[in-house]
């Protein structure tokens, strides 16, 4: 079926859109493929609205006398309200929207279609592949090397070609510890520490079942992580209550007597419906502005939204603590490896490794851990907090790692090269964008479906000079230090410019971002870099009340 078939009113004259920040205003709205264009023609002055279909969350009819209107709610949680003459008008309107917002094939979509003038097709695809990363970490060459045993995805279908593992763990040894874990996913290296050599793992859960079973090759693969004399650490993002009931089912977890150099410590991570539906409550409590304070708080407090913020932060410490202060090796996982298991370890990568706080660093921090590691995006962010019909396999796991990397930004404004502005652009385009970067589930439906043959990369578009620049931090000062986020419940805040981005009060806020980076920028320029550090303090009293405001908004 042509995209156009679905199309049951192209255009409509005499539309009124109503949008937060701005009067009604009176146009055209046009219906396209993957596109809503709203178009306002005035004194020969135009301005009109696009919005890409993808971003459409849900719709709301509603019949007004002879006319009709919609609600429009998107993933990125804009609210807009059209009025459209006629009620049959809208209802197609309407139904086109429906159909064109959901579309299920890869290819059909946006990406596949939008051609900027300024990007071209020719060339690599995305910022770096594990071969790559390899090269660039030569503390992995003495103990480590880079494994093609899944070239053809066979052995695991949501790990990359390429992987990084033990240099004396043979590829048959990967594949039968790939049997005896979940989805295939056995133990690989997520990251090296540039100070002890100690390492970061992830996998999905041992199946050992009722029966307890064994893998000797499993259990060698992490033998060879360590010598013999050394004690690694098995981070279980399940309570020990859900490990075990998980080997009823036929999951489980590493034996101590099979793995006698492990040791386990359970961290209960919520996963899947439950940090959906907390989204959902958040979302909800946010769009109401009819509240008390205290109901207000109250409906924050039960969307629970922070408390998964909170313990993701806290493992992700956990795992610093024993890799950076005690210098042992970690193996994170919980039931499939693919959720939690990625916030976790990219978290903790971010607090140890420097290089991963800058833009490139960042970006190719979550290229490597998220979309080369098997993050299902085309699953988890099929709808946001509006849509009313829910998937099973819907979960906001990566606008939960954004909300913890922002809640680190904040406590360390000078330690991260990237601005708020990344997080929330990031954030956008993993529900709906022009690129082809957040498309399928893994590499394997990736290069099934011609993705990088035929879309742009977002990541790669990020890092071009004159965009790039719009997401830089100017307050960074790289420090090659660990940093230490608090977790205490006074730390952690609302993301504001997330949540509350489409109210007058997030609008305000933003002004005062601007001004305060146009101070700041200022007075580098004129300072220079030696003595940015003493002109920012002289000018504490212009940065001060500002810093104060955002405390007292955000805890509003």
Known sequence: MELSEHIKTANVEDVTLKRPFHPALRGTLCVTSHHLLFSDRKDEASWQLLILLRNIDAIEKRAVGSSGTITIKCKDLLVLQLEIPGMEECL????????????????????????????????????????????????????????????????????????????????????????????????????????????????????????????????????????????????DLRSAQQAQQARMTGGGFESKSCYSHWKRIHRHHERGKVVQESLIKLVEACSDPSHSVDRWLSKLENSKWLSHVHSALSTAGLVVECVERDGHSVLVHGSEGTDNTLLVSSLAQLILDPASRTV??????????????????????AHSAYSHARLKQECPSFLLLLDCVWQVWRQFPLALEFSEALLLRLAQEAYASNYGTFLCNSEQERCAAGVKENT?????????????????????????????????????????????????????????????????????????????????????????????????????
């Open 92 to 235: 197609n309107i309407a139904s086109s929207i429906e159909a064109l917002s959901s579309l299920e094939s890869v290819t059909e979509m946006y990406p596949f279609f939008y051609r900027p003038s300024h990007l071209t097709l020719q060339g690599p695809w995305g910022l770096s592949s594990m071969e790559q990363y390899y090269k660039q970490t030569e503390r992995l060459w003495d103990r480590w090397r880079v494994s093609t045993v899944n070239s053809d995805y066979s052995v695991c279908p949501s790990y990359p070609s390429a992987v990084i593992v033990p240099r004396e763990v043979a590829d048959d040894m990967l594949i039968r510890s790939a049997r005896f874990r979940q989805g295939g996913r056995f133990p690989v290296l997520s990251y090296c520490h540039h100070r002890n050599g100690m390492v970061i793992m992830r996998s999905s859960q041992p199946l050992t079942g009722a029966n307890k079973k064994r893998c000797k090759e499993d259990e060698l693969l992490l033998q060879a992580v360590i010598d013999g004399s050394e004690l690694g650490y098995v981070i």
């Open 360 to 381: 490139t660093g960042f970006l190719c921090l979550l290229e490597r851990e998220w979309i080369q590691a098997g993050h299902p995006f085309q699953q988890r962010c």
């Open 456 to 556: 742009h990369c977002l990541l790669q578009s990020l890092l071009k000079p004159d965009i790039e620049e719009q997401y830089l931090n100017p307050l960074y000062e790289p420090t090659d230090l660990a940093i230490w986020p608090s977790v205490h419940p006074q730390s952690l805040q609302l993301w504001t410019g997330l949540f509350l981005r489409w109210t007058e009060y997030a609008q305000n806020m933003v002004e005062a971002r601007e001004e305060v980076w146009s101070i700041v920028k200022e007075h580098r320029e004129r300072a220079g870099p030696d003595q940015t550090n003493n002109t920012l303090s002289t000018h504490c009293e212009t940065l001060t009340p500002f810093e104060n405001l955002m405390d007292e908004l955000t805890i509003l």
